[in-house]
Nanobody, 121 residues
Framework: QVRLVESGGGLVQAGGSLSLSCAAI????????MGWYRQAPGKQRELVATITSGGSTDYADSVKGRFTISRDNAKFTVYLQMNTLKPEHTAVYYC???????????????WGQGAQVTVTS
């Protein structure tokens, strides 16, 4: 059974940094796109950043220059480095794997359990 396991996040003051990681666990063969989304209280889930297996990245305008997404294809793991954080970055961050191929799985879409990121002023 495939699942995404997130780690990292936590509490930081404004201007600080945090990192997140997310690993796909199970008999995974490949993942097309991995990404991070976030959901703040009372708001819809929104895209933060995505990265393809070839390394092409896409960022929400609000995080460009602050956040960096990367991945290790051999470990089926995606990372998010968050710098110069602001209180408005407070949210639950979810990782996503799309186009996942695994034993008995072709083209699956999976979500992590979510990681809380809280930025205080």
């Amino acid at each position: 059974q495939v699942r995404l396991v997130e780690s990292g996040g936590g509490l930081v003051q404004a201007g600080g940094s945090l990192s997140l990681s997310c690993a796909a666990i199970g008999s995974v063969f490949s993942i097309n796109v991995m990404g991070w989304y976030r959901q703040a209280p009372g708001k819809q889930r929104e895209l933060v950043a995505t990265i393809t297996s070839g390394g092409s990245t896409d960022y929400a305008d609000s995080v460009k220059g602050r956040f960096t997404i990367s991945r290790d294809n051999a470990k089926f793991t995606v990372y998010l480095q968050m710098n110069t954080l602001k209180p408005e970055h407070t949210a639950v961050y979810y990782c996503n794997a799309d186009g996942l191929r695994a034993l008995y799985v072709h083209g699956g879409n999976y979500w992590g359990q979510g990681a809380q990121v809280t930025v205080t002023s």
